[in-house]
């Protein structure tokens, strides 16, 4: 047995082709050509900004997350499918260019190809039939460590570990997967909740662009509770459901709650608490009316709903000592909402804040992929490279919606694993490019449906 890199006809990554397919039918090089406007002064460096913008989604489409990485897409036949392909010396080059208004100009590129994408399949599906016709906007950030403190804004945040602060908001509904409205890169010592009004308000503005109609909801946790982040979403005709911190006047308002109001809950599955180091499974939620923000000044005054969920104490520690209680101790959480009783109550409005919590999948596989870490020294050109690294997670799950079923709703790992990464051999007859796919594919039904959508005619032939 012996091996040999020697074949010009052979690609890995042929799944590239109808998912690049799709970017230029929904008018990336268009948009990128018309937006975006990166000096060319001294060297070339913004010249052909459309082709690298391509270039970079489809490398992080095939998996790539770093610069080096894009060289994904430079291997075998490649040159044969796509008309330009840049070297990853040229396209760190293109990304360290840019400056904050660059940034600011690869932000409206995203919103707009978003809504394209949104135009060849419904991104956020909706349905009166179940109840659950609502768009959920969430709102969180996470910290992408870095390794090195010549990194512009590298800092040590929440986590205690030095990185950069990316914050996200993503949409979806019941029926859909999350996509990305709304994304942000920070310093890493910055605060959760620093310009998160902004973001709410442009990642409202996309979501209002796709055209859904449905109502939407801004879910978040309780560094967001703020009177910037509920007037930004009140503005956007949003409602909000954002977690509270204890203060006096929530303790207080917990306190005006009867014994008789709680309604006992339980959770299809155990939810583990660290505190008590322990699953809990059962939990008792009841509301009170609530106005927040009293101590702003009043057009900031919010009416709306204090909901509260409380669970029993089992932190030994902090229960009597050597006794038994007298009564019940219980730990309390609670969150701040604007939706109207008729549309969710207690409980319904309690199961819906929780899910809040999807947006750490989202998280999760962005540091999965492109967001494994920063790839370079300058902040711009990391900035840019979360913004590409969320419009090649949309224009993904635009493809998966394409071929519907069971995939419509699968990560990116698993669609780079069954649809990307497909090896083939490219023929050349009559003046077209024929690509041989291997037999017996598991997954060529799927890989055959995205093609016909995107890229018919002609129809792909299943052997």
């Known amino acids: 047995m012996s091996h040999s890199f ?5 690609t890995a990554t042929t799944g590239m082709v109808p998912i690049m397919g799709l970017a ?4 990336l090089l268009d948009l990128a050509e018309d937006r975006l406007t990166v000096s060319t002064t001294g060297a070339d460096k913004g010249a052909n900004p459309a082709a690298k913008l391509a270039t970079l989604i489809g490398g992080m489409a095939a998996g790539a997350d770093s610069i080096d990485d894009m060289n994904l897409v430079r291997h075998g036949g490649m040159t044969h499918l796509f008309d330009r392909v840049y070297a990853p010396s040229t396209l760190g080059s293109f990304l360290r260019s840019f400056a904050f208004g660059h940034v600011r100009q690869l932000d409206a590129i995203s919103s707009r190809f978003l809504a394209n994408l949104n135009e060849h399949t419904p991104l956020l599906p909706t349905s009166e039939d179940t109840g659950q016709a609502m768009v959920f906007v969430d709102i969180d950030d996470t910290v992408i460590d870095v390794h090195s403190a010549a990194k512009q804004g590298a800092g040590f945040g929440y986590q205690g570990s030095r990185g950069l602060n990316a914050l996200l908001a993503t949409a979806s509904t019941a029926g859909s997967g999350q996509i990305i409205v709304g994304q942000r890169l920070r310093k890493g010592s910055t605060s959760s909740a620093r310009g998160a009004d902004k973001l709410v308000s442009d990642a409202l503005a996309t979501t209002a662009r796709i055209g859904s109609g449905a109502p939407v909801l801004v879910r978040a946790d309780s560094a967001y509770y703020s009177s910037g982040v509920v007037k930004a979403a009140h503005d ?18 917990i306190g005006s709650i009867s014994d008789d109001a709680w309604t006992g809950i339980e959770y299809p599955e155990a939810i583990y608490d660290e505190d008590s180091e322990a699953w809990i499974s059962k939990a008792e939620v009841a509301e009170v009316p609530f106005t927040a923000f009293t101590s702003k000044k009043k057009s900031l ?8 969920r409380r669970i029993p104490e089992l932190n030994e520690t902090k229960r ?4 038994d209680p007298l009564f019940d101790l219980y730990r309390y959480h609670a969150f701040f909402t604007t939706i109207d009783r008729d549309r969710f109550d207690t409980v319904a ?8 919590a999807i947006i750490e999948q989202i998280h999760a596989e962005l540091k999965n992929g492109a967001l494994a870490h920063m790839p370079s020294g300058v902040f711009n050109a990391n900035a840019a490279w979360v913004t590409i690294a ?3 997670h949309n224009l993904l799950r635009a493809a998966a919606g394409l071929i519907g079923g069971r995939i419509s709703k699968v990560r990116a790992q698993t669609l ?3 649809i990307i990464g497909i090896p083939a051999r490219i023929a050349h007859r009559a003046r077209k490019l024929i690509l041989h796919l291997p037999t017996k594919w598991p997954w060529a039904r799927d890989f055959a449906r995205l093609w016909q959508a995107v890229l018919s005619p002609p129809r792909t032939v299943l052997s």
């Open 301 to 308: 005054h919010t009416t709306g709903r204090l909901v509260v």
């Open 236 to 253: 956007g005709g949003a409602d909000v459901s954002i977690t509270v911190r204890m203060d006096k006047r929530i303790k207080a308002a």
């Open 24 to 27: 230029q039918k929904a008018g």
């Open 349 to 356: 409005a309690d199961q819906v804040h929780r899910r809040h």
């Open 320 to 323: 009597a000592s050597g006794q």
């Open 6 to 10: 020697d074949d010009e006809n052979l």
């Open 390 to 392: 969320a419009i090649t």
């Open 416 to 418: 780079r694993t069954r």
